[in-house]
Every structure is written in C-alpha cells, then in structure tokens.
C-alpha cells in the first residue's frame, strides 16, 4: 500500500514557465477578458494553473477503477416524528412601564399559550408550565421560531412589552437540549432604538421522541446576576448589537418554463410553447420575518435587482434563512423551488481577526425539486418548499447576502427610509395589486404565497432597489464538458414494461431532452441563444452591450451578439444512450437487464458555467484529506475492537499523516490567497472561508500532535479514536461549499418518454483536476448508481435499476483526459479523448467466461415480517444478467442456509487484470416468504466477490459478515463468500469440485465453512415476566427453548404461570459445535411457547442475541492470600481531618505507604486512610467534646461561607423549631446546588480515577454530623442544642436526578432480563411498545471444551459444578414488605384545557392497587405528595411495581399522564443492595432514626458471609475484616454511660465496600431517585418526572420501624403589620387651572404578590403641594409562608367556575404604590416600590438620606423574618426616576402572636393609631 502512497512527484514537470503563471494566474482564473496577445502562450499552461500541483504532497488515494463499495443501496425518506417543545416561564424582571399588568404569550408557529395577568407589577412571578406536541418533519420543526412576547393587558386593549424570539435548532443544539433558569432580554423589534424592555426568566427544553429531559436546578436566588444567565448560546456576547442583513436578489435563470396548473396548460394551447408560463418572485423568510421581491411577468429568466432588509440582533438566534422563489398563479401560488442558507456555514463566530460576519456571494445558488414535468396532484410541493430530496434541477438564482451591524439604531434608520420612498411608486405598476393579495407596494406586506407558517404573522422586511453588478460577457463563460459510458443496467424493475429504454444524463438544464428549456444543445448564433447569454457573473466595465441583452425581449433578434467560435458548430450534445430493449434477467422474473456486453454506449453533455472550480477543488482536496482520515481511523478502530495492540500506533501514523496532509492544503491555500489580493473575482466568502479552512486545519494539526504524543493513560486507545471521530466531524464540516457552482449531475432513466427514475450525483465529486488530490473522489471511475422512482417511497426495495457507469467531468481543455481512467480493455469506437467528437460507444477488446459461486452460509439479526415475531428468509443474489435464490428457511430470524448458488456462463468483459482487481459488485436480497402475498423485502447489501483466474492456483474464500440494510435501519448481517472462477477452455470440469444435495442443491464446501470446535452452554433458567395474552387467552403453561447453532435447550414446563412464574429446575447445559473463530459464531434465539390443551402449542414470543461474546466465562479473581514472609500489609482507618489517596494497585491491595502519589486534604473527614507495614497505635477512645467542638467550628469555615449568611438560615428553620424528614431534604438539595457550584476539590477528581466512588461517598459525610453530635442524638433529644454557636449539620441523602438504574445499571450482576417480542417490525415510532410480550430472566455462561472433558461429562453429570449458577440465590418464593414513598412530581404534561393539572397517584404491584384519588391537589404541574404507601408482595409473582400519575376528572374518566415501572426482583436479589439505601448517618430516633430492618454491623457481618470473607472482627476503636483494619471511635456516652457501639464504624465501611477487593461493590445509598414518566399515547416522550424511593424488607427477618413521614410541610400563618406614617416628595401631577400651582392628592397602595384581593389603600392626603403626606395608617397582611422553602403560600380559586382551590408558591414580595386621586378622571399612577421580604435595603434614617439607588446597590439587606420589626424611608419610583419616599414600619408576627394581640387596620381599634395632624 506503502508504494501506492508514495513517490508519486511526477506533477513537476512543466516548473520552467510556473512564474508566468502565477504572475499571470489573476488574468486566467477570475474570467476577465485577457489581451489578447497573452492567450495563445497561456493555452497550453492551463493545465498546470491548479491548485496542489505543486508537488508537495505525497499521499493520494490510491488509484481504483471503482468507486469505494458502499454497502447502503437507499436511505429512506425523513418521516415526520413527534417533538414536544417544553417551557416554564418563571417570572421577569425589570419590565419597562409604569404600574403595568404584564402576561407572557409564547408562540410557537401557529401555537399559542399565554400566562395568567398579574396586577400592577414590573417583576410579576409566573412559574407557569407550557407543552407543545408537534409532529412534523425535522427540517421544518427545528426552523420553528419560538417567540416569547410580554404583553400589558388593559381593559380593552393590550400593549407589547417586549418580545424575544429564537429557532428551534438553537435550543436543540444546547447540552441536553434545553436551556435551564436563563433570563431571555426583551426588545421591541420594531423600535431598535430603545434599548433592553426587561427580561423574562424561563427555561425551554426540546425533546425528540427517546430524549429523557434532565430537570435542571431550580435555583431562585434573588441576588443571581441576569447578565450572567441570559438566554444565549454558550461563546455569544451578553449585549448584541442590532444589525442589518440584506439579500440581495439580482436575477435567476433556467426556471420551469410552465408551471402545473390546468389553466396554463390552456393558455398554452393558444400561445405556443416559446413563453414562458411563470410569474416568478422570489421570498425570503428568517426569524418569522418575510420579505418578498416584485413579481417578474412571464419570464423564465426574471431579473429583479432588489434586496431585502432584515433587522435583527447579531449573533441571531436563528439558525438557517429560507430562500424560495415563487411563481404567482391566477388561483393560489406554487412554489418553484426553495434554498436554505445555515449561517454557521457562511460565518465564523470565533473572536478576533479570526471571525467573520455572514456572507455570501454575488454568487448563484442552485434550486432542486420535483421533476419539471410534473402532474397536479403530486406530492411534488414538499420537494419544492424544501423537504426530501429534490429529484430534478429547478434554475438558479444569483444573489448576495451581507450583514452590516448598526452602530447608532436610529441614524442608519433615516438613510433608509429616504431610500424607500422613491421605490414604492417605481413598482406599484409592476408586482402588486394582484387579487389584493400583496398591497401594491411591491410585496411589503405579507408574504404573497409563503409557508403557512409564516402567513399573516410576519414582520414585514423591507424591499429596496440595488445596483446589479455589472453585466458580465457571456463569452468568459468555460465550456465544461461530461462525459459518460454505461458499462452495465441490471435489476431494472418488470414492471416498467419492455419498451426501449434508454438513460439521459442532465446537468441543469443541459442535456435535459424532455422539457422545452430555451437552452439549445446546437450553440447557433440564433435569437433563442440571446436568452441563455444574459446571467452572467463577471463584473466587466469594458463590455459595450452590458445593457442590451437585460432591456430587449427575450426571443427578439435585435440583440446583438457576437456568435461563437466555429468549433462549437459542430459538437452536438449527446446526453441519452440510445434506446435498447431490456432482456429478462435468467433466474428471476422480476428483473430485466441491457445487454450491453460487446459495446458500452457513451454520453456527452456540453454546458457553460462560470468557471468557479476553486471552490469545488478546495472542497475535494479537504474532502480527500477527510476520506484518508476516516479511513485510517476506521481500520485502526477496528483492529483496537479485534483489541490488537497495533491499533495505537497505526493511529499515531494516520495522525500524523493528517497533520502532513492538513500542511499542504494550507501551503495551497496561502499561494491561492496571495495570488487572489489582487484580482476581484473571489467573493467576501472565498477568502475568508480559504483563512478559516487554514485556521481551522492549524488548530486541528495542534489537535492531531497532542493527541498522537498523548502518554498511554487510563482512556487508552479509546479515548484516542474518540478524539480523532471528533476531529473528523470538524474536517467535514468544513468540505461543504456554500456558494453553489455547478448543479448536481442526474441520471434518468426514460421509458416511453417519461421519466421512470432517477439518480443524483454532486458534480464535484466529478470533476477532473490535474492535482490528483483536488480530484473528485467518483471521477473517472466507475460508480454503481441505484436508480428510484421520484416522490413518495414504497415500502420495500424501491430500487428500479442498478447502472455501473464511468463519468467524468471536466473543463474544456482538460477533456484530453478523459478516457485516462478507463480500465485496460475498453477503447473508444470512434475518436479518442477528443473533446470536439467523444467516442458514442467504447468497444471490449476480451471477453471471458466466469463461474459466480455464492456461499450463503447463514444470516442474522433480520427483521421480523410475519405476525409470530419472526420471518421465513430467503435470499436472493442478482449478478449482472443472472439471478439465483436460496431456499426458504421457516420461521427464524437468523437462517443458515449453508447452500452455494451457482451462476455459470457469466460473460465478463475487459482486461483480466481488471476483473481481478476490481470485478462487478454482487446484489444481494434478503426477503420473507409469504405463502399467499409477494414477498416481503427484509433488506440488501452489496458485496464484492473474489476472483480467481485460471492461471493461479485456487485458494478457497473466507466467510465474511456484510452488513444488511432495509433503507435506513439495520436489517442484520449475511454471512457469506463470493467466488468468481474463470471458467478455462477445457470447459468447468476442471474447477473444484461442489457436493450436490438431493433436489439439485449445493452445499457450501468443508473448507469454506468455518472449522468448529466444541463449546459448553450453561444456561440458568430463573423465570418469566409480564407475559401478556397470545390470542386473546392468557399464558398458563410457558416454556422456553435456546436455540443456537441447531441444538436447542428446552427449559422445564412452568405449571401454573400465575401462581409461581419461575422455573422448577434452574440450571441446564447443552454442548454447541461453534467456530473457533468469535466473529463467525452465530446468534442465540430465547423462544418462549405456551402449552395450551390438547398438545397444541403456541409461539408467545422470541429474543434474539447476536454476539455470544459477552456470555464467555471468565474466572473469577482469586482472592488474594496472605503474604507469609512478612507482616500482611494493614489498612488503617483512623479518625482525623485528612484523607490520604494512593493509587491503586492492580490486585486490589493497597500498596505500602512510601508510594503514595497524591495526597489531597478532605477537611472535617471522619477517617483516614493510611497504609504501612505496622499498625499505627488506635486514636484514643477518649476524643473530649470540646476539642471536636473546636475542630468542628475550624473547619466549618473553611466551606467558603461566611458564618454571619448561615446563621440566618437556621433562624429561618428555628422558626418552627422541629427537625422533620424535609428538613434533611432541604439539607440536601443546599448541598448538592452547592456542589455543582464550588465543589471543594475540583482536580482532585481526575487523579482519583480508583476511588472515585469513595470520594463521593467522602464528600456524603462533609455535611453529615460529627461525632460530638451524634452522641447528643442517641440521648433521645431531637432538637438542637441552643448552646452551639453554630448550626448542627444534617445529616443529607443522595438525590439522584434520573432513576436508580442509570446509576448502577440495571441491577442485573445476578441475572438478566431478556424482552420477548412478537409481531411485525415496521418502521412506524412506537412499534416496539407494541411488539412487546414479556420478560425472561436468565443467565448464560459459555466456554470451550478440552477433548477429555467432553467424554467425562457423558458420564457423570454433577450438578455441583456448574460455573453459571454462583452465587444465585435460590428462586423458590419471597415474601416481601414494600414501602413506596412519593416525594413529588415536576413537569408534568398538562392534561386539562386550561394547560394545568389535578394529579393524583395509583401504585400498582401485582394484583395489589392503591389509588390515592381523593388526595388529588388542584391545578399543579408540580405536586408535592409528599406520600408513603405500605403493601405487602410476594416475589416472582408480584414483582414489577407501577406508579402512575393520573389527572383527575370530575366528568369522564380520569387521563393518565404518565407512568414509571420498576423490576423490583432485581433490586432485590443485586448485590448493590437497593432494599433500602444506607444513610450518611446511624441515629436511633429522629428525623433520621435507622429504618432497615438489621443494624449495620449485622449487615456487615451478613455481608461477609455471603461472599466468604474472613470476619468482620469487633474489638473497642477498630473493626478488621479481609486483612484490612479500619479505626474509628466505638466509645459513646449513652445517658453518662461510656458505651461500645460499633454501627457507626460499620456503618462507614458498607459505605466504603466497593474497596472490599474481589468482591466489593458500592451500596445504594440512601437517596431519592427522579423517574421519568411516559404515556403509550405519546411513544418515548418524556412527560414528567416523579421523586420517590422504594424500600424494601423480606418479611422474615425482623419488622422494621414504622415508615419515615413525609407528609408536605403544612405552611405556617404569619401577619405582616405595616404603619404608614408619612410621605415625602411626592411628584405633583395636578395643576390648579386658576392659579397654576401644582398640588397632588396622595395616597398609598399596598399587597402582598399573589395577594391582591386583599390589596389595602390609605385614605387620600388631599391637596399636598410639597410632596408631604401625613397618614398614620396601618395596613394588615395576613398570608400563608413556608420557611424552609422561602415562599409564600397562596390558595384561592382561580375563577368563579373554579372547584377546587389552587395553590401557588411564590416568593414573599410587598408592593406599595403611591397614587394621586382624581374625582373625575382616574387616578394617577406615581410611583411604586416592591420589597422582597427575604433581603430588602435597611430604611434610610432621614426622608433625606433616602436615594433611588437604595434598592439597588449593595446596601446590606435585612430580612423581616429575622428581624421581625424595621422601620424607616423608602423610596417611590416610576421608571427609574424617583418619585417619592415613604416612612413606614414593618412588624412580622406569627399568627398564634397575633391572635393574642390583635391589632385593627387602618386607625382602628385595638391599638388605634392617631389622626395626623
């Protein structure tokens, strides 16, 4: 291969005259017109003016005549699929307004929800929940723009706040998809001037069907930073500034001549076929804003010369911009064709010179869609608004897309609306008026026929005039040509009839022989040539007739224009095969093929394009460097999966070659870049994609070292080839050009004038280059095309003709090249590579006789066809002109049919050499057999036989695995072997010999089948579950057969399913005959059948495994044993504040302490671990409170907080005083919030890879209590000791936010659960639920037999010794306590019409249902149960435990929201032990009293035996177990007496058993798991979570506690007293109309948020003209507050119609308003101040020491909770100016407090307050 790659220099030869070039090369490549002098001398240097020839780069793809095997023959079609856009709006801030009522309407598409209105606030609070379903193809649901606008609803009208708009693939492309807790800025697009209007916080989240959303935290700190957290993709700036993009639209050509409607074809009739039939616009649509060109009469060839502005925030969060040209019809518009622009392609983001604004062109884009011909009725519209594949060219538009940031807002405004005026009356003749559709302003309103989805809401862009680019001469454009040979048509579908049938190659309009294009193929100087002449590309000031072409008619004869060179004369275009008559292929009767063996017809299609081919060799020399890449990854990730060891160091070498590679497109680049500063003809786009492609590669060189240095280190050759992946998904991000040059290249297949199918191919991957690497990677070889019928698939294999085809696409000059590929044996009829007459046939000079042999060994993984779950496979091979099928085998998915097919008399054409290198490729079919219907398409794949010629020696064929595809998903693999014989003169006799079978089958040889070996199957039959009914009658008598290999394994009966669904005998064994080699062993089939009466039995269902691998038994380590010679190395655990880590050794034992390699302090840790040959002496039993107490309060302030903020939030819980379950659940959620945020040892991590999980359970116990504590705890005093200065810590659980399983796996080291499946497997979502049968639960275990073993076990089968059964517990009936407590639900999907729900939980085990209906909570999306069920089960039969959340109704049936399932059985018997999580802490009583049913050391003692481990050894201060020693204090003061407790210390190593060597593994901690909910309705989508646990206790071990209470906080009453003693400097809104002195009539407004019916007013101070108010008013507020959660509690009803109360949580805020009273009119709004009751400034002391800024800067914050009393000034304002100040007192009491001394609101009794003076 080596040789191939290199020494490949040649490319120098022509090095005399290459200064010329390039000092020339502006002249040549940018299309102005030479002197012409120069021209002669450049002909002949054309050749060598490419980029890359300069000979620096030494590796090339190596020189095949074939293109690269691909074993896909079709992709399906993108099928619509559900999404669900999920959005909590939280609440906003700092709205603009005054005394507003704002709401938040999202809209999304046509959707549209909004909140409720909230009174009289700038920062109202929502946290409302929002769901939209929308079931849509995914190129249109990820353009969807989702709009967030604030709106002020008053009486009857209602005003725009702000809005804040972003696209759907924004959100789709953030981590998890969703953005969490962001704050989205507000603008008001239609004023860009003025500024941020507030922000709203909310978070959305986008879920495709299988997406589990992660609830995010919800953190509600009132002092977080929005700027921070804007709603913004990662690396944008916070403040973006507003900017213009302007698409320029100058002209398109090549438009569909006629458009579909039944009137045009009318007109038709009368006009003639020379017009052109459409009316064509063009629109285009970013971020919800559409703009629309005029409308251009008649004309195919429109030119518009208009663009069109957007105003929109730079960076936009929107994704892609649509373009689409419209053709405006009498009845509705159709669309023509439509483009999207991916922004991220035509920009670069990153910062600095490195960045670039979008942009684009002057440049042509190229429209694709339904083929032009096309009849009403079609499903034609969706390829032509941009989805699916477009099957036929549709013209091309030419246009220009720049971005221009506004610096001012206003300023650049005035510019453009002078320039607006004079446009309006230029084109209200022209495009408007029509139908009223579009006002006569040229189309500035709506969109004319745009998306629905866009109708009616759009902004309006603006539409303005611009300057064409110069006219360019028609002259400068290349002549390119394509040149073609069909070497072979098979497989062409009968159903096409057996008319002639011929091929036509089109590239855009060129060569297209079916529809009148106004393009001739014979140039002649005749009028019709003036149309294709005019859209030119090249400014040229020099041509004379810019003008005359754009302004006369089309079809006029006065344009005057120069006629071509002679030689075009006599070149015909020759773009279809001539047509022939399909033979029926031998063998099968479905497929005919062209006999096309003596002489291969060739094509030719001249076209014109501007000769832009730098772009495309660009993209091919990036494309070629990314092909090797890949490549060479592939094959290094597949030695490294055979797990050879050389894969790392090819991977280095294939690294290193990219970097070389990488190094000589830069060098490439950097000359084309110096070469081009001159010349004008690169666009904006050209050259900052060639320095962004150069930057890029250099950072990914930087990538390439490091990663090929890279050390071996614990990721491996793993993380290696991740790594690289990674690095080839940048490399092809960048090979794709956006500015189009030349269209795609489609094949047609033609039959009686229509067009049948269809193949697309790109043109650059055609094109020639004399640089070998700016080859496109298809040019000059042959490719296999598989044509399809246009539109909508068919089910099945929808491939209508299978073509091998030579194709080659090059300019003019470098058509002497073009038969330089050709392989050996064919020549040119007539000709040679003679561009001005290519050959029209190409003649074989041999001819050979072949015998194809198809070994079909067996298959595996097929898809299920039939009802039963399974298929009747056959396959079927298609090789040229013959065809053979296998035999049918019934009713399995993993055949072996161990047949050979023959195909003799196969006439090869070509050289030998060629055929053995590279012969045809091989079609191979895999189909289900249907006794009364056609057969069923399972699937195909291509492969490529091997050859032998007569000459060699024979050598047999390997089997090799060729993966299947059913379109685009798996369909399995077919092994098999190809062999392709030379049949010598002496006739076949002499080819190896086939062993015949009756009924004339072959079987596949001895010494091609694989060599067998025997191996040994141990199989543990442990039961069946959730089997549901087969034939409407449900299973009773279940058994299960293995099958592998031939030889099944029958399980025992099950009896009675119901009453006990395991299986009597458990283990079993069968002896295989497998292949030695493990990549040739064949699949293993579980099938479960159900004995019904009278013998009969039917299939339930089956599960098919495929690799064996994992079921290889390994033995298991042994454990290790005491070193004799010296003492065993002890581990000691002591007590103290560090934590000492080593690295871990390999057996698992610690290694002696001098190699400890890092060292990191834990502080306040309750151990330590040290390792040294001798015991240290135990810590002293005797720790003195005191000293813990001291050490406690060092530590504590390390945490990085400051004493004086934890203070207040214990103040905060003291408040009711008592430690309850959600006390250590808050505990909890603090901890893990402050975790993610300052985790206190943030590298430590990496280093700790071995006992990583013991640092986490270290971290647990940071915040658990210290011993001092706890001894207070087991003298029974549940409260806090007053006398700590500081708060005790609590002891936290783990909260897990997905289900347990996505931690520990599913729990199945003990046994597996396999799922059973029946029925058909379709392509539809949602199949699988469907398919669904049940459960078995097994194990397997499999090794190879020595020869003597296999004889000894005839003999004596000893059940003792079997390897799959250890450590199984026995699987006779358990009886089973089982607690299920809800914590709560979020995000659940709203179920009623009002967008909320009423949920309430059913627990279903077994047959055992609780259904909690009449504790349903109202109007919540996320509950709090808060509730614990207690039942009692039986394993296996009552093993899977369901919660369901369900909606209740008060009419109809309640709706299910969703559900979760939990395999309790597995939980049960795994050796994580999730019976109930182990707590950070042991207490007797409490909230955190110890709830299993054995102590810890009985737990540990427990452990042990079951693993066989030596101890657990009780002596005072230490506890040994396994040859390690842990210390920790045992001695406890219990009512003043010390006291030997070990649960403690126990307690700590089961916290630490996953360092147990050999046989340790993490417990499940105590914890709370977040379980996602899904509805059947709406297939893997997620529709909330629930937060729960499950404990479980055998019922024959003692009875545990009583359940843990977790009943919801109930909130407690509490009144806020608020006096309002005077006002000052109130603004003075009245002015008296006779003597002009301004005066206010003030009073004040007040109520708490969420609280407004009890919204409470002073009287009115009449007639104040300074501002001054005296009131001595007192407001009352009773309300409802949740201490520990820190909000406000709200019921009320939501309506009048409403039932139930609904409860609300929302922060504690006050607002007071100041008002000036009118009698007449209403009154008017002052000024407003809103206090939040956690942290609001200290009052000034002075009406005049009270500023605005109070509010706002960092004056220290009180809360009134701490401090119960406050009183002084505050300040009013009305949009950040101040306009009063008010003296107040506030007094908070609770409502026990004030029941027993009432006070009376306003000045009333009791404790009255006086009348102001």
């Known amino acids: 291969k080596a040789k191939l790659m290199f020494g490949l220099k040649v490319k120098k030869k022509k090095k005399v005259n290459t200064d010329l070039v390039l000092a020339n090369k502006g002249a040549v490549d940018s299309e102005v017109e030479v002197p012409s002098e120069v021209s002669p001398l450049l002909e002949g240097e054309n050749t060598e003016d490419q980029p890359g020839s300069s000979g620096v780069r030494t590796r090339i793809i190596p020189n095949n005549k074939r293109s690269k095997l691909k074993t896909r023959i079709q992709d399906s079609e993108g099928k619509p699929q559900n999404f669900q856009i999920a959005i909590n709006i939280t609440e906003a801030r700092q709205l603009v307004g005054e005394n507003i009522d704002p709401s938040v309407v999202i809209e999304i598409g046509d959707e549209k929800k909004q909140t409720s209105v909230k009174e009289g606030t700038n920062a109202p609070f929502y946290n409302e929940y929002f769901v939209f379903d929308f079931f849509a193809h995914k190129e249109v649901f990820f353009d969807k723009v989702i709009k967030l606008t604030v709106m002020h609803s008053k009486m009857l009208r209602s005003f725009c706040v702000g809005s804040f708009k972003l696209d759907v693939w924004t959100v789709y492309k953030q981590p998890g998809h969703q953005f969490i807790n962001k704050w989205a800025m507000l603008t008001n697009p239609a004023d860009i001037s003025t500024g941020v209007k507030g922000y709203v916080k909310c978070d959305i989240s986008v879920s495709a069907k299988g997406d589990a959303m992660q609830p995010g935290p919800k953190a509600s700190d009132t002092e977080e930073q929005i700027n921070k957290n804007l709603l913004i993709p990662e690396g944008f700036p916070s403040e973006r500034p507003w900017a213009r993009f302007c698409v320029k639209v100058y002209r398109a050509e090549g438009l569909p001549r006629n458009n579909s409607s039944i009137m045009a074809n009318v007109t038709k009739a009368f006009i003639g076929d020379n017009t052109a039939l459409i009316d064509p616009y063009v629109v285009a649509s970013f971020f919800k804003n559409v703009g629309r060109t005029s409308t251009q009469k008649s004309t195919a060839d429109p030119v518009w010369n208009e663009q069109i502005v957007f105003t929109e925030m730079f960076p936009p969060l929107c994704q892609r911009m649509k373009i689409q040209v419209w053709d405006e019809g009498s009845m509705s518009d159709v669309a023509i064709g439509t483009h999207y622009f991916d922004l991220k392609r035509i920009s670069n983001e990153q910062d600095g010179d490195r960045g670039f604004l979008p942009t684009f062109g002057p440049a042509w884009i190229n429209l694709y869609g339904s083929a032009r011909n096309f009849s009403i009725g079609d499903d034609t519209v969706e390829l032509n608004e941009g989805i699916g594949e477009g099957v036929s060219y549709r013209g091309r538009v030419y246009m220009e897309l720049a971005v221009e940031i506004l610096a001012g807002g206003t300023g650049s405004e005035s510019k453009l609306n002078r320039m607006v005026k004079p446009v309006k009356d230029a084109k209200a003749g022209k495009g408007g008026g029509k139908d009223g559709k579009t006002p006569a302003a040229g189309g500035a309103g709506g969109a004319g026929g745009a998306a629905d989805d866009d109708k009616g809401k759009a902004v309006a862009a603006e539409v303005l005039p611009v300057e064409s680019p110069p006219v360019l001469n028609e002259n400068n454009k290349e002549r390119f040509l394509l040149f073609g040979a069909l070497f072979e048509a098979t497989m062409i579908d009968r159903k096409i009839g057996d008319r002639p049938i011929s091929f036509e190659f089109s590239l855009g309009n060129y060569g297209n022989v079916l529809e009148p294009t106004g393009q001739p193929s014979i140039p002649v100087p005749s009028p019709s040539v003036s149309r294709r002449r005019r859209a030119l590309d090249i400014p040229d000031s020099s041509d004379t007739f810019s003008t005359s072409p754009l302004s006369s008619p089309p079809n006029s004869p006065s344009s005057p224009l120069l006629p071509r060179e002679p030689l075009d004369m006599a070149l015909t275009s020759k773009s279809t095969t001539p047509p022939e008559r399909p033979l029926i292929v031998e063998g099968n009767k479905y497929y005919m093929y062209l006999p096309l063996e003596k002489q291969k017809p060739c094509i030719n299609v001249l076209s014109h394009w501007e000769d832009k081919t730098y772009r495309l060799y660009n993209s091919n020399m990036l494309e070629n460097i990314a092909f090797l890449f890949e490549e060479g990854v592939a094959s290094a990730a597949e030695l490294h999966r055979k797990s050879d060891p050389g894969a790392e160091q090819m991977l280095r070498i294939i690294l290193q070659e990219f970097c070389m590679d990488a190094r000589s497109f830069i060098a490439a680049a950097e000359a084309k870049l110096k070469a081009e500063l001159k010349s004008s003809y690169l666009t904006q786009l050209d050259k900052k994609r060639l320095t962004m492609c150069k930057q890029e590669l250099e950072s990914m060189i930087g990538e390439a070292q490091s990663l090929g240095e890279r050390k071996r280190k614990v990721g491996g050759v793993k993380e290696m080839l991740q790594d690289a992946a990674r690095l080839t998904h940048k490399l092809r991000f960048l ?181 053995q290198q590279e012969p045809p490729r091989i079609l191979i079919e895999v189909y289900d057999d249907d006794a009364l219907s056609k057969a069923e398409y399972l699937g195909a794949t291509v492969a490529v036989p091997e050859v032998r010629l007569s000459s060699d020696p024979y050598t047999p064929p390997t089997l090799q695995y060729s993966p299947l595809h059913c379109g685009s998903q798996p369909g399995g693999d077919l092994l098999a072997a190809f062999e392709l014989l030379q049949i010598p003169e002496s006739g076949d006799q002499s080819l190896p010999p086939l062993e015949e079978q009756e009924g004339g089958i072959y079987t596949v040889p001895a010494n091609i089948r694989p060599v067998l070996s025997t191996y040994r199957l141990e199989v543990l039959f442990w039961g069946l579950r959730e089997l549901k009914k087969v034939q409407f009658l449900s299973v009773d008598r279940p058994q299960v057969f293995i099958e592998c290999a031939g030889k099944t394994l029958r399980s025992s009966v099950i009896q009675k399913y119901k009453s006990s669904p395991n299986f009597t005998t458990l283990v079993d064994v069968i002896e295989l005959e497998l292949p030695e080699n493990e990549h040739l062993h064949p699949p293993l089939s579980i099938t479960v059948v159900d004995w019904r009466a009278f013998g009969r039995s039917t ?715």
Not at 867 to 885: I, K, M, W
Not at 1136 to 1153: I, K, N, R, Y
Not at 1241 to 1269: K, W
Request: net charge negative.
């Open 735 to 915: 090979v794709e050009e956006p500015q189009h040059t030349v269209p795609d290249i489609f094949v047609w297949l033609l039959s009686n004038n229509k067009r049948v199918a269809y193949a697309r191919i790109r043109a650059r991957d055609l094109l020639f280059s004399s640089s070998q690497e700016a080859r496109g990677i298809h040019c000059g070889k042959i490719i296999t095309l598989f044509l399809k019928p246009p539109g909508k698939r068919v089910a099945g294999l929808s491939v209508q003709a299978k073509l091998d085809v030579y194709l080659w696409y090059g300019t003019w000059s470098d058509t002497i090249h073009m038969l330089d590929d050709l392989p050996a044996g064919f020549s040119p009829a007539t000709g040679g590579a003679d561009a001005s007459s290519p050959p029209s046939y190409l003649i074989c000079t041999g001819q050979h006789q072949f015998q194809l042999r198809c070994h079909m060994y067996q298959a595996r993984g097929l898809i299920a066809a039939d009802n039963s779950g399974l298929s009747d496979p056959f396959a079927r091979v298609t090789y040229l002109s013959h065809s053979q099928t296998t035999n049918v085998i019934s009713q399995t998915l993993s055949p072996t049919w161990n047949q050979c097919l023959l195909m003799s008399r196969l006439l090869l054409s070509g050289d030998l050499q060629h055929i």
């Open 1099 to 1813: 299939l339930v269902g089956n599960h098919i495994i495929n690799n064996l691998k994992a079921f290889k038994y390994t033995p298991p380590p042994a454990l290790p044993a005491p070193i004799k010679t010296h003492k065993p190395p002890k581990v000691t655990y002591t007590p103290g504040p560090a934590l000492t880590l080593e690295p871990h050794s390999t057996e698992g034992l610690f290694q002696p302490a001098g190699e400890t390699s890092s060292a990191v302090a834990l502080t306040n840790q309750d151990f330590l671990i040290t390792v040294e040959g001798e015991t240290p002496p135990p810590a002293p039993p005797t720790l003195t409170q005191e000293s813990r107490k001291k050490r406690d309060s060092r530590t504590k302030s390390t945490r990085g907080r400051s004493t004086k903020r934890r203070k207040r939030t214990i103040a905060d819980e003291s408040a009711e005083c008592v430690i309850d379950w959600w006390s250590k659940y808050y505990a909890s959620v603090e901890k893990q919030v402050k975790q993610k945020d300052d985790s206190p040892f943030p590298q430590v991590f990496e280093q700790a890879l071995p006992y990583s999980s013991l640092l986490s359970d270290g971290i647990d116990t940071l915040v658990s209590q210290s011993d001092g504590d706890k001894k207070k705890k087991q003298k029974g005093k549940g409260t806090l000791e007053p006398n700590l200065g500081l708060p005790t810590k609590l002891a936290t659980l783990k909260l897990y936010n997905k289900e347990l399983e996505a931690e520990f796996g599913p729990f199945d080291d003990w046994v597996n659960t396999y799922e059973l499946f029946r029925g058909k497997a379709n392509e539809e979502e949602g199949a699988t639920e469907e398919r669904f049968v049940g459960k078995f639960k097994g194990r397997f275990c499999m090794y190879k037999l020595a020869e003597d073993e296999a004889e000894a076990w005839d003999e004596a089968p000893d059940t003792g010794h079997f390897r799959v059964n250890r450590g199984i517990p026995p699987n006779g009936p358990v009886q089973v306590l089982i607690r299920v407590y809800i914590v709560s639900a979020s995000n659940l999907h709203p179920a009623d019409q009002d967008g909320k729900a009423d949920p309430y939980i059913v627990v279903r085990l077994g047959k055992n249902e609780i259904k909690d209906r009449e504790n349903y909570i109202p109007k919540q999306l996320n509950p709090v149960f808060g509730r614990s069920f207690e039942m009692q089960a039986t394993f296996p039969q009552e093993s899977l435990l369901s919660v369901f959340i369900y909606d209740h109704d008060l009419v109809g049936g309640d709706d299910l929201i969703g559900e979760t399932c939990i395999d309790l059985e597995n939980r049960f018997y795994s050796r994580h032990r999730a019976t109930c999580g182990l707590p950070t802490e042991y207490s007797l009583d409490g909230y955190n009293a110890w709830r299993d049913c054995l102590k810890p050391s009985e737990l540990l003692s427990k452990l042990c035996k079951e693993n066989g481990l030596d101890g657990p050894h009780f002596t005072p201060g230490r506890i040994t177990l396994a040859d390690k020693v842990f210390t920790g204090k045992t001695l406890f003061m219990h009512e003043d007496e010390p006291e030997e407790s070990y649960e403690h210390l126990s307690l700590k190593i089961l916290h630490r058993w996953a360092e147990i060597p050999a046989v340790g593994c993490k417990l499940v901690p105590e914890h709370i798991e977040t379980r996602t909910l899904f509805n059947k309705a709406r297939p893997g989508m997620d529709q909330g979570q629930v937060q729960m646990w499950v404990d479980m206790f055998p019922m024959d071990l003692p009875h545990p506690g009583p359940s843990v209470d977790i009943s919801p906080r109930k909130p407690k009453g509490y009144e806020l007293r608020i006096i309002i003693w005077n006002t000052e400097d109130v603004i003075l809104e009245d002015s008296n109309f006779l003597t002009g002195q301004q005066s206010s009539d003030i009073y004040i407004k007040g109520w708490l948020k969420g609280l407004e019916d009890d919204r409470q007013e002073t009287d009115v101070h009449y007639n104040s003209l300074t501002g001054e108010g005296n009131f001595n008013w007192r407001f009352v507020f009773p309300f409802s507050y949740l201490p520990a959660e820190k909000v406000v509690v709200v019921r009320k009803r939501e309506n009048i119609f409403s039932l139930d109360k609904t409860e609300q949580k929302l922060p504690a805020i006050l607002s007071l308003q100041v008002w000036d009273f009118d009698t007449l009119s209403s009154d008017d709004f002052l000024g407003t101040v809103e206090l939040d009751l956690h942290g609001f400034p200290r009052g000034a002391k002075t009406a005049k020491s009270c500023k605005v800024d109070m509010l706002t800067d960092g004056t220290e914050r009180i809360s009134i909770f701490q401090q119960k009393r406050s009183r002084g000034w505050w300040p009013f304002s009305k949009s950040g100016e101040l306009t009063g100040k008010v003296e107040a007192e506030f007094h908070l009491v609770t409502a026990e407090e004030a029941e027993k001394n009432p006070v009376g609101r306003a000045r009333k009794e009791p404790e009255p307050l006086p009348k102001p003076k």
